[in-house]
């Protein structure tokens, strides 16, 4: 449909382990957005990403990293999984105008 | 400190009425703003934006209003319809920089 889609969609996952969410685009959109979704809080800025290798981070980034190697990809990776950690991401992707596209989202749950 | 606020966390209104959804904003630099509707287990999807220089701005049921005296904007649908039941968020920016966004409102429309 948007031309963006997010792996896997559901995923459970133990206190202590990394964990990798990829986030992949075929618009060739320059930038490209991490948000978690809680309850009370809304949509949170992870990282965001503004080009190939560039990067830089959002309100809540703490205990979480980034890369993007390629235009297509953005990798968000929970180098050791928390409780608090346990949420909804979406990723976001925009052009040249200012909407935002939203994938679907993988829920995540750290047990 | 949040530059997004939307304080109603939820409202229900009948089929056919209007529903008025509000939002306000602290940051003066903001000169875009967004409003996203999603549905559950969804990606939010873009609904309307409007941009600083103006003050309304009108999509077939869906009109926004900005009054940047007051920092605020709201959503008017007319007329409300089941289908739009959904939560509904405020977003804004300057710039090129990183979407914030509200904590949304539940819509219910009641048939």
């Known amino acids: 449909d948007a031309g963006i889609t997010q792996s896997p969609r559901h995923k459970v996952t133990e206190t202590g382990t990394p964990v990798t969410l990829r986030c992949h685009q075929t618009e060739n959109h320059r930038y490209m957005y991490w948000y978690r979704q809680d309850p009370g809080h809304g949509l949170r800025l992870i990282h965001y990403?503004?080009?190939?290798?560039?990067?830089d981070k959002g309100e809540v980034s703490d205990g979480y990293s980034v890369s993007r190697s390629k235009t297509e990809d953005f990798l968000l990776t929970l180098e050791s999984a928390t409780s608090s950690q346990t949420s909804v991401y979406f990723c976001?992707?925009?052009?040249?105008?200012?909407?935002?596209?939203f994938g679907s989202g993988t829920r995540l749950t750290v047990v | 400190d949040q530059q997004v606020k939307q304080n109603s966390p939820s409202l229900s209104v009948q089929e056919g009425r209007i529903s008025i959804l509000n939002c306000d904003y602290t940051n003066s630099m903001f000169d875009y703003f967004l409003w996203y509707k999603k549905y559950p287990a969804e990606g939010p999807t873009f609904l309307i934006s409007i941009s600083s220089i103006k003050d309304k701005n009108e999509d077939g049921r869906f009109t926004v209003f900005l009054n940047k005296s007051a920092k605020h904007l709201s959503l008017h649908i007319v007329p409300s319809q089941p289908g739009d039941s959904a939560v509904y968020f405020c977003?804004?920016?300057?710039?090129?920089?990183?979407?914030?966004f509200g904590k949304g409102t539940r819509l219910s429309v009641i048939a």
């Open positions: 977003a804004s920016n300057s710039g090129n920089t990183p979407l914030v």
């Open positions: 990403s503004y080009g190939v290798k560039d990067t």
């Open positions: 976001a992707i925009s052009g040249q105008d200012y909407g935002y596209t």
